[in-house]
């Protein structure tokens, strides 16, 4: 008689990822460092959840999940070898290669549907959008669009139909990943807007005493990494820290958040702010200072998208006659809003010249800009940097200092990196 097939799950090691299983909200997200357990924790409450699921009228309990990452080839590289890790398929189930469809059958009493669907292709997406589900998990969801996360909470809670049964049990999105950004929506949906039904749980960092899963990793583990990461990296990886991660080639290597990073900054009085100013169909604003070092401080920013300057410009001047009350400003702005601008034959110039704006054009010479920029960022005034950024006041503009804006890799026959 073949012996019967035991697996062990607990959350002695991991007192976060156990405050995520006990908890019903509909939409729940686990961030932390790698090698943190979050996947594996994924796996078990799926499980889970399959044996709380109210029987059929056949006594069976049946699940279907949706399991989602952005590419099949990370989906078949670490989702689904993870799921086959804890549920290896000669002894509990079978999979169909072709469908992504993997059905759980050995526990007694309880069957579980596995349905696999990147997002690397638009019919991907359709199909995912056209699933019966009773509750889906995004893993590594950082990598994933938040316009499918919103849609695929719809596919849940639709099986079992309730026509055939009391419907599903429990429904809803959980979520695991690596730190994103700070503008992520991630980021957005939970520290931001905090509805309710949304529900995060933050690991510690790696190299808390509080530490999760650190008994089953290697001893140097995440020392490893920090001599391997720069410091974003390791505030993301190792930490379990928002961090903007780089990808790419950055336009300022040498930027550094936590040398060039600052938060509340203030106008120093009596000297004048300049005003950078940035058109299209995205106009944006910066306001800035040279301090008496010669030090430059971005302190604040104004952002849209699809706004015509018209409206923006009116926002922000308003905005900043109280915010910057007393002071001069002098205003810089791109050469190309000299040109006429869509709505009429009048230039971008001219409309803010019109406010009362007196803006002149900055140089087009793209080196000179970007070694101007450069030259300050690797420049030291008395052990400080000669340029510094308000984190808080200006998030975009932080981010594309630390990678966001960056030189697109190319294809190369050589297998060498090159960039444009």
């Given at each position: 008689m073949p012996k019967p097939i035991r697996i062990e799950y607990s959350y002695d090691d991991a007192p976060t990822l156990a405050r995520f299983a006990r908890s019903n909200t509909r939409i729940r997200g686990v961030m932390g460092p790698f090698g943190s357990g979050k996947s594996s924790a994924m796996v078990a409450e799926c499980v889970r959840r399959a044996f709380e699921q109210e029987p059929m009228a056949d006594g069976v309990r049946r699940v279907r999940i949706g399991v989602v990452r952005n590419t099949y080839r990370q989906l078949e590289d670490t989702t689904i070898n993870t799921v086959f890790e804890w549920l290896p398929p000669n002894y509990f189930g079978k999979y169909y290669k072709s469908e992504h469809r993997y059905v759980v059958t050995s526990f007694k009493g309880v069957e579980i549907e596995f349905l696999f669907?990147?997002?690397?292709?638009?019919?991907?997406?359709?199909?995912?959008?056209?699933?019966?589900?009773?509750?889906?998990?995004?893993?590594?969801?950082?990598?994933?669009?938040?316009?499918?996360?919103?849609?695929?909470?719809?596919?849940?809670?639709?099986?079992?139909?309730?026509?055939?049964?009391?419907?599903?049990?429990?429904?809803?999105?959980?979520?695991?990943?690596?730190?994103?950004?700070?503008?992520?929506?991630?980021?957005?949906?939970?520290?931001?807007?905090?509805?309710?039904?949304?529900?995060?749980?933050?690991?510690?960092?790696?190299?808390?005493?509080?530490?999760?899963?650190?008994?089953?990793?290697a001893p140097t583990y995440y020392e490893d990494l920090i001599d391997l990461y720069d410091e974003d990296e390791a505030r993301a990886y190792v930490h379990g820290e928002y961090s903007f991660i780089k990808d790419g080639k950055p336009v300022y290597p040498g930027y550094r958040s936590t040398l060039h990073g600052r938060t509340g900054l203030e106008p120093v009085k009596g000297l004048r702010l300049i005003r950078g100013w940035d058109f299209g169909l995205t106009p944006a604003c910066v306001v800035a200072q040279v301090a008496p070092s010669g030090q430059l401080r971005f302190l604040k920013e104004w952002t849209t998208q699809r706004a015509g300057l018209d409206a923006f410009s009116e926002i922000v001047l308003r905005e900043q006659k109280l915010l910057y009350k007393g002071f001069e400003f002098e205003d810089w702005g791109d050469p190309a809003g000299n040109s006429g601008v869509d709505t009429d034959e009048s230039s971008c110039f001219d409309l803010l010249m019109g406010r009362g704006v007196d803006i002149q054009g900055s140089t087009n010479n793209l080196r000179m800009r970007l070694e101007a920029m450069r030259r300050g960022i690797d420049t030291l005034i008395d052990g400080e940097p000669a340029v510094v950024v308000d984190t808080q006041g200006c998030p975009v503009l932080a981010e594309g200092f630390q990678g966001g804006y960056k030189y697109k890799k190319i294809l190369d026959s050589s297998g060498s990196d090159r960039y444009q």
């Open positions: 669907r990147a997002l690397d292709r638009p019919e991907h997406v359709s199909n995912l959008l056209s699933l019966e589900l009773t509750f889906a998990w995004v893993n590594e969801a950082r990598e994933v669009p938040f316009a499918l996360i919103k849609p695929l909470l719809g596919r849940c809670n639709r099986f079992p139909s309730r026509r055939d049964s009391v419907g599903a049990t429990w429904h809803g999105i959980f979520m695991d990943t690596n730190p994103p950004s700070p503008r992520s929506w991630w980021y957005n949906l939970f520290e931001v807007e905090k509805k309710k039904g949304v529900e995060i749980f933050k690991q510690p960092s790696g190299m808390s005493p509080k530490a999760e899963n650190r008994k089953y990793l």
